[in-house]
């Protein structure tokens, strides 16, 4: 898998692009609630680097030896907390949380992949706390 800088663009899209693809594809609903959440704008990517952070990480999935293909694309735990430990910023792991909460829920339904990448950022990134807030507080949504 290819490194990114740390806190780079690139390196928060492509979490927000793996849990787009850990369902076995991108669905319509969720490349809508991309758009409609200008998640582009709000990773701080450049015209055409959205694109181009997703087909690079297609082709690290590809050529990836800890691939799982199952009904879901999954990567090993190793390798996804390697990508998540690239977003160390408190703002941008929130804002990467948030992107990838509103994806999850874009289609209504819940793969065992996005589980698996929402699940080990909350605890790696240790935003657990961020999802038990009452409502009147700061949320993720």
């Not at 190793?78 to 703002?91: I, S």
């Not at 509103?102 to 992949?113: C, R």
């Amino acid at each position: 898998m290819r490194t990114y800088v740390q806190d780079s663009p690139e390196a928060a899209a492509r979490i927000v692009a793996l849990t787009m693809l850990c369902d076995g594809a991108v669905s319509h609903a969720e490349a809508a609630v991309f758009e409609a959440q200008c998640a582009s704008r709000r990773l701080g990517l450049q015209p055409g680097q959205w694109q181009a952070v997703l087909h690079e990480l297609c082709e690290d999935l590809l050529a990836a030896d800890d691939l799982s293909w199952q009904p879901s694309c999954r990567v090993e735990p190793q390798t996804l907390c390697a990508l998540l430990a690239e977003v160390a910023d408190p703002a941008l792991r929130l804002e990467v949380l948030r992107l990838c909460l509103a994806l999850v829920d874009a289609d209504e339904q819940l793969a065992d992949g996005e589980v698996f990448v929402v699940a080990t950022a909350l605890e790696q990134w240790g935003l657990q706390h961020e999802m038990l807030r009452p409502a009147n507080e700061s949320r993720l949504l």
